[in-house]
């Protein structure tokens, strides 16, 4: 079973929508989440990291779901420059040093 | 500040050749890693270093190897090259405090 699963998507939206992706994680101890963006051909990027209580920067809000071990990325009043790979990331407690990535879920927003 | 910087961004090998790929940060982290991302996948992680002098396996090791002999370079060594090392490779460093990944803008490699 795979560390971290995500929808590969494409979720294809207009402009101005909400759209949210939910991600896994296997392990129940797991520590440490983050959401990084990812655009064609490019390097991840932080986007957000994810805390317990949840938090929100601008149109973007993130929340963690211990009990069901998903955390969550929603995106408000979508825009173009949207449009890019998401990419969750786990952090396993045996090991500080290392990070699980997710495949990406593959957002299109559309005029 | 240049960040992580990876290079060659681009390169073609024949199978069993050899290369390295280099990766410097100018940020001062103690801790870096080398993943490779194939088409349509997630990034797997081959190698890290929590500080010089000090390395580790991840994930997908075989057929790679690291050095770190100082806190900026952390190069990534591929010997006997083959088809299945075909992918883009991202080199990070890792803030202390934040836990924040910074990657290398990184460098794509095709074995024939």
């Known amino acids: 079973r795979k560390e971290v699963e995500q929808d590969p998507g494409p979720f294809n939206v207009p402009e101005g929508a909400t759209v949210a992706f939910n991600c896994t994680y296997s392990?129940?101890?797991?520590?440490?989440f983050f959401w990084y963006r990812q655009d064609c051909r490019k390097e991840p990027k932080l986007l957000m990291s994810?805390?317990?209580s949840g938090n929100e920067d601008g149109r973007f809000t993130a929340q963690l779901n211990r009990a069901s071990q998903y955390i969550s990325l929603l995106i408000r009043d979508s825009k173009l420059s949207d449009s890019a790979t998401y990419l969750c990331v786990v952090n396993l407690p045996y090991n500080f040093n290392k990070f699980y990535f997710g495949s990406g879920t593959k957002l299109n927003v559309k005029p | 500040n240049a960040g992580v910087t990876q290079t060659p961004k681009f390169r073609i090998l024949k199978i069993g050749q050899s290369m390295t790929l280099q990766c410097a940060q100018d940020?001062?982290?103690?801790?870096m890693y080398w993943y490779r991302q194939d088409p349509g996948m997630g990034l797997k992680l081959i190698y890290y270093s929590v500080g010089a002098g000090i390395t580790d396996k991840g994930e997908v090791p075989n057929g790679y190897n690291v050095s770190r002999s100082t806190t900026e370079d952390f190069p990534l060594r591929l010997e006997l090259a083959a088809p299945s090392q075909t992918s883009v490779y991202f080199c990070?460093?890792?803030?202390?405090?934040?836990?924040?990944?910074?990657f290398g803008e990184g460098s794509r490699l095709t074995v024939l």
């Open positions: 994810v805390y317990s």
């Open positions: 392990n129940s101890a797991s520590q440490s």
């Open positions: 940020m001062n982290h103690n801790y």
């Open positions: 990070a460093s890792r803030h202390t405090d934040t836990g924040e990944l910074f």
